[in-house]
Nanobody, 121 residues
Framework: QVQLEESGGGLVQSGGSLRLSCVTSGFTFMAYVMSWYRQSPGKGREFVAS????????TYADSVRGRFIIDRDGGKRTAWLQMNDLKPEDTAVYYC??????????????WGQGTQVTVSP
């Protein structure tokens, strides 16, 4: 049974930091691309960052590049999203996703239940 469980969300002031975790089980962790997405009220799902399974290449949305860092540990089967210099526009539910490298959309993979991040002005 595949499971992805996010944690680490919360309420933080603008300029603050949070570290999200995604603990996984039930699939070959290192064979999957691990990604973070977010969704805020009234907006569609937005890609945040990804960590490639083979090359180790990281990719970031322009809106978070330089502030967020994605990382993963195969031994712990965990992915993290370190979020620094948070802004009110970062407020959203953050979701962890695991997908094969050849997946054309993240919906072909697995999702966690999400964790709320709220940034106050």
């Amino acid at each position: 049974q595949v499971q992805l469980e996010e944690s680490g969300g919360g309420l933080v002031q603008s300029g603050g930091s949070l570290r999200l975790s995604c603990v996984t089980s039930g699939f070959t962790f290192m064979a999957y691309v691990m990604s973070w997405y977010r969704q805020s009220p009234g907006k569609g799902r937005e890609f945040v960052a990804s960590f490639a399974s083979n090359s180790g290449r990281t990719t970031y949305a322009d809106s978070v590049r330089g502030r967020f860092i994605i990382d993963r540990d195969g031994g712990k089967r965990t992915a993290w999203l370190q979020m620094n210099d948070l802004k009110p526009e970062d407020t959203a539910v953050y979701y962890c996703n695991a997908a094969h490298p050849w997946a054309t959309t993240p919906d072909e993979g697995y999702w966690g239940q999400g964790t709320q991040v709220t940034v106050s002005p």
